[in-house]
């Protein structure tokens, strides 16, 4: 089954800008296959939310319809509040994290890596009082109270082998 994620991207790729893409530009895209995308073209069309209107043997132009943008609006919108929904959670256990960093007696915290979540928990040790560090330079006065936080996106510069048994 196809996510309604990938419905969207074809949608919106159909509707903005308007005009001709090709299927196989639809299908690279949104990482489909020809025939995926073929299918769901046509079930589109089925659907009423878009149009199809062949220009010659080899091109066919396609239009989203006024039922196919309510579809992209209504499902945009839900997306929109899954997102927020999930950035609420994520902000209340960032918050519950650097209260209990705070309260262990840590003066603070570095974030190692890139984060999509950074601004979470700067704001999270702005509110708390603790020290917000974005990388690993840490000053040597706080070298022993600082707690380290990895990103979701950290990736270790080395990985260690394995040791044989003795």
């Known amino acids: 089954m196809i996510s309604q994620?990938?419905?969207?991207?074809?949608?919106?790729?159909?509707?903005?800008?308007?005009?001709?893409?090709?299927?196989?530009?639809?299908?690279?895209?949104?990482?489909?296959?020809?025939?995926?995308?073929?299918?769901?073209?046509?079930?589109?069309?089925?659907?009423?939310?878009?149009?199809?209107?062949?220009?010659?043997?080899?091109?066919?132009?396609?239009?989203?319809?006024?039922?196919?943008?309510?579809?992209?609006?209504?499902r945009s919108y839900r997306f929109l509040k899954r997102t927020i929904k999930n950035i609420v959670l994520y902000k209340e256990a960032v918050e519950k994290l650097v209260r209990e960093v705070k309260a262990s007696g840590y003066t603070a915290l570095v974030l190692v890596g890139k984060s999509d979540l950074d601004f979470l928990v700067e704001h999270a040790c702005l509110v708390h009082n603790l020290t917000w560090i974005r990388n690993e330079n840490i000053p040597e006065n706080l070298a022993d109270k600082v707690f380290y936080l990895y990103s979701e996106s950290y990736i270790p510069d080395t990985v260690e082998e394995p040791r044989e048994a003795s």
């Open 5 to 74: 994620e990938k419905e969207i991207e074809i949608l919106k790729n159909i509707h903005d800008p308007p005009g001709s893409i090709r299927q196989r530009e639809l299908s690279e895209i949104v990482g489909l296959t020809l025939g995926m995308t073929n299918t769901i073209l046509k079930r589109f069309v089925q659907k009423g939310w878009i149009t199809m209107r062949k220009i010659n043997n080899r091109n066919i132009r396609y239009a989203v319809t006024p039922k196919g943008i309510d579809v992209i609006t209504r």
